[in-house]
């Protein structure tokens, strides 16, 4: 069983729509989470840490729900450059591993 | 400042040949790491380096695969003999904390090898 499951998408979405999806993770040890964003062939850059009582940075809202072990994002007001792949990673703390996601497209349409 | 940089940014070589994976990490960052991530798969975990120390080798597929950081500055990523699997992109990154304070890895570009 992989650790971060996603939901590939593509989630194609017009320009000012908001977009949400999530990733369950398995392993209960897993006590941080993140989301990355990687562009088309570029690397992965960290977007937003994801905190029990839900955070938001800017447009880009997280939730983490530890009871069912999943982590959310929603975009709102989409834009253009919001194109990427979003990669959802848990950190195990015991092993200081990043467990990634296979992650998920979002495509932003004019 | 620089970024982590890696090279090559593509390889192409034959089954059973070798092919030598380089990252030079951001200055400073004692924490480096190698990544994989096959088509259509998650990026996994290969090993994880504190200044010239393996700290983690877990991921590593097979003996094939050799890691080095000489002297705690870049390292090299060898595949020896390369097999039709090891096919992917080989992504380096590297952090100057403890990844349980920002969870912030700094990845390069990446090095995609393919064989034949």
């Known amino acids: 069983r992989k650790e971060v499951e996603q939901d590939p998408g593509p989630f194609n979405v017009p320009e000012g729509a908001t977009v949400a999806f999530n990733c369950t993770y398995s392993?209960?040890?897993?006590?941080?989470f993140f989301w990355y964003r990687q562009d088309c062939r570029k690397e992965p850059k960290l977007l937003m840490s994801v905190y029990s009582s839900g955070n938001e940075d800017g447009r880009f809202t997280a939730q983490l729900n530890r009871a069912s072990q999943y982590i959310s994002l929603l975009i709102r007001d989409s834009k253009l450059s919001d194109s990427a792949t979003y990669l959802c990673?848990?950190?195990?703390?015991?092993?200081?591993?990043?467990?990634f996601g296979a992650g998920t497209t979002v495509t932003v349409r004019a | 400042e620089a970024g982590v940089t890696q090279f090559p940014s593509h390889s192409v070589i034959e089954k059973g040949q070798t092919v030598t994976l380089r990252c030079d990490p951001i200055?400073?960052?004692?924490?480096l790491y190698w990544y994989r991530r096959v088509m259509g798969k998650e990026i996994k975990f290969l090993l994880h380096f504190v200044k010239e120390s393996k700290q983690d080798e877990s991921g590593m597929p097979n003996n094939r695969f050799l890691a080095e950081r000489t002297g705690g500055t870049y390292s090299t990523l060898k595949v020896q003999p390369a097999e039709l699997e090891d096919s992917g992109v080989y992504f380096c990154?590297?952090?100057?904390?403890?990844?349980?304070?920002?969870?912030?890895?700094?990845f390069g570009e990446g090095s995609r090898l393919t064989v034949l």
């Open positions: 990673v848990a950190l195990t703390l015991n092993n200081y591993k990043l467990s």
């Open positions: 990154a590297s952090s100057q904390r403890d990844l349980g304070l920002t969870g912030e890895l700094f």
């Open positions: 200055s400073g960052h004692d924490n």
């Open positions: 392993n209960s040890a897993s006590q941080s």
